[in-house]
């Protein structure tokens, strides 16, 4: 499977994600600027991708001959706001923002920024790759699991959240078959979780958004596992839009509903699900299908990005600390206090 992010010689690039899985291009990510563009147009898109994108961003910005602090402030905080539900790139920035108060002025700053990104990098990595540890203990044997968006190496590099959990229990021989379902609007699903299922020869298929409740009343679903964008400090998640209409379909008919994410995913300052920005973006993305346009003119679409899935309804959050049932207020506190 092609990385989402590469370094070559001290240069940055991501894969360009919108051009999957037919085409593979990368791109340089040489500004803060460049980064902005990148995760606003979706170029790179997954909560822990964008925060790593962005620190990488500021970095190179860091680097290049004129960066002043003042000017490192602003483009900071232009990049913070290219995404507004995935929390991970706030935490990203701020932890730039952290450094740059420390050693603004010195000389090697731009090195010192640079290694800060990937060393960030890297936890994010070890943090996925744990996720898939602690939450294949939860799948049982001979699992049909459905899951939704991309919540995989693409969006969190090297082995994903939710996909890091299926791939770690297909390991171990618990999971037969997954359903990806597509993911209107942007076809991450489709796109993006078929391709890397497919790179893993695990058995799927793919359906439209609105079969998984037939599915489950059929009795062909064993579990759910999706990632996270940003989560309440009392459970309440934000995911892709059409999370929630499946944790509520999974409730319904008795199936365990999990949330995949790395610590960064968690925001204590939010203290439920009201508090969470939710991105409306560009109608067109909508309304267009692969870039030509369905609906007629003079229609206009109403596009969230994403919804917030109300902590009651998660069976656990998994975590690289481990895992947090019930999803609460209490568990969230104290596994955030463990780190
Ligand atoms: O709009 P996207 O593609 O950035 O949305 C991605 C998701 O909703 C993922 O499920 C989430 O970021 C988790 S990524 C490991």
Do not use: W
Request: aromatic content about 6%; overall charge positive.
């Amino acid at each position: 499977l092609a990385s989402p992010i590469l370094l070559k010689k001290g240069k940055v690039f991501v894969l360009d994600q919108r051009l999957l899985p037919n085409e593979i291009k990368y791109r340089e990510i040489g500004s803060a600027d460049d980064g902005f563009d990148a995760i606003a147009r979706m170029i790179v898109r997954g909560a822990p991708l964008i925060g790593i994108t962005a620190f990488y961003a500021l970095a190179a910005e860091a680097a290049r001959p004129r960066a002043t602090a003042d000017r490192l402030f602003q483009k900071a905080e232009r990049l913070n706001s290219a995404r507004p539900t995935a929390v991970n790139l706030n935490a990203a920035v701020a932890a730039f923002t952290s450094i740059l108060k420390e050693h603004a002025g010195e000389r090697d700053f731009g090195k010192k920024a640079m290694k800060a990104a990937a060393e960030f990098h890297q936890r994010e990595v070890g943090a996925s790759e744990a996720i898939g540890r602690h939450g294949a203990a939860l799948i049982k044997k001979n699992s049909s699991i459905l899951t939704y968006c991309n919540a995989g190496a693409l969006a969190a590099p090297d082995f994903g959240t939710a996909l890091s959990v299926i791939f770690e229990a297909r390991r171990m021989k618990k999971v037969s078959r997954v359903y990806t379902c597509e993911t209107r609007p942007y076809l991450q699903g489709m796109r993006l979780t078929a391709f890397e299922l497919s790179a893993a020869k695990i058995p799927f298929r793919v359906i439209c958004d609105n079969t998984a409740g037939f599915l489950m009343k059929k009795g062909m679903v064993d579990a759910v596992v999706v990632g996270a964008d940003r989560i309440a400090l009392n459970g309440d998640t934000a995911n892709k839009i059409g999370t929630f209409t499946l944790a509520v379909l999974a409730r319904h008919h008795g199936i365990p509903f999990y949330v995949a994410a790395p610590r960064t995913t968690i925001d204590s300052s939010i203290r439920d699900g009201s508090q969470i920005p939710i991105e409306e973006r560009d109608d067109s993305e909508l309304l267009k299908i692969a870039g030509k346009r369905v609906a007629p003119r003079g229609a206009s679409g109403l596009y969230y990005g994403f919804d917030v899935t109300d902590a009651s309804l998660i069976t656990a959050v998994i975590t690289e600390k481990g895992v947090v049932t019930p999803v609460n207020r209490t568990g969230l506190r104290k596994l955030l206090e463990a780190v």
